[in-house]
């Protein structure tokens, strides 16, 4: 079992519609980061968060540290946030500083 | 404008041939890191320098190598013994090791 693992691992949606993807981890973590990747394969940060919520323009990241599950939500998705969503986890204890990144979610938005 | 830049976009090699990709960055920043992307796979860490001079292996080392002789440039070289070249590269840096990561472009290799 992956230590990050990401569901769906493809998601099609029509535009307009809410859209989740989900990201459990079963690593102590000090944060968590979602990441954005687009076909020409350039990655973007989203967001890092170790608690709570986080809201930048239509997209919003929640973290549950009990549960160790993290929420990726695009509100009113657009085709243009087709793409590939990926959760990394941020180590703690021994291997504090390290990434640990999901296999990613394959997002298309058809309008 | 700051950023990371990798070249070439997309690489081509001959099965046998070492290939070196570049990855500059004027961030300023000190730490920096490549990763391995494979179809279906989360990125995995090859090497990553903490410092100037200074590196260490990531999870996946063997066929690879690195140096860091300048801070602005970390340059890594895809040996002949990478059983499995073909991949897209990744690089990244940070402020501090510790610290959120900036990604590069990619170098998509691909090895005949």
């Known amino acids: 079992k992956n230590e990050v693992e990401q569901s769906p691992q493809n998601l099609t949606a029509q535009e307009g519609e809410f859209i989740t993807i989900n990201c459990s981890y079963s690593v102590g973590i000090s944060a968590l980061h979602w990441l954005q990747q687009h076909p020409g394969g350039g990655i973007v940060s989203l967001f890092m968060?170790?608690?709570g919520k986080k809201k930048h323009g239509r997209l919003i990241a929640t973290i549950n540290i009990q549960e160790k599950h993290s929420s990726l939500h695009i509100t009113a998705s657009h085709p243009r946030d087709s793409a590939v969503y990926i959760c990394a986890a941020r180590r703690g204890g021994t291997s504090y500083g390290k990434l640990t990144f999901g296999q990613g979610t394959i997002l298309t938005v058809h309008p | 404008d700051g950023g990371i830049t990798q070249s070439p976009k997309y690489l081509f090699r001959k099965e046998g041939q070492n290939v070196t990709l570049s990855c500059e960055q004027n961030?300023?920043?000190?730490?920096m890191y490549w990763y391995r992307q494979d179809p279906g796979q989360g990125l995995r860490l090859i090497y990553y320098?903490?410092?100037?001079?200074?590196?260490q292996k990531g999870d996946i080392a063997e066929g690879y190598s690195v140096s860091r002789e300048k801070k602005e440039s970390f340059p890594l070289t895809v040996t002949s013994a990478q059983k499995n070249p073909t991949a897209f590269y990744l690089c990244?840096?940070?402020?501090?090791?510790?610290?959120?990561?900036?990604f590069g472009p990619g170098t998509r290799l691909t090895v005949l």
């Open positions: 961030l300023n920043h000190d730490a």
């Open positions: 968060l170790s608690s």
């Open positions: 990244a840096s940070s402020i501090e090791v510790y610290n959120e990561q900036f």
């Open positions: 320098s903490q410092i100037v001079n200074d590196f």
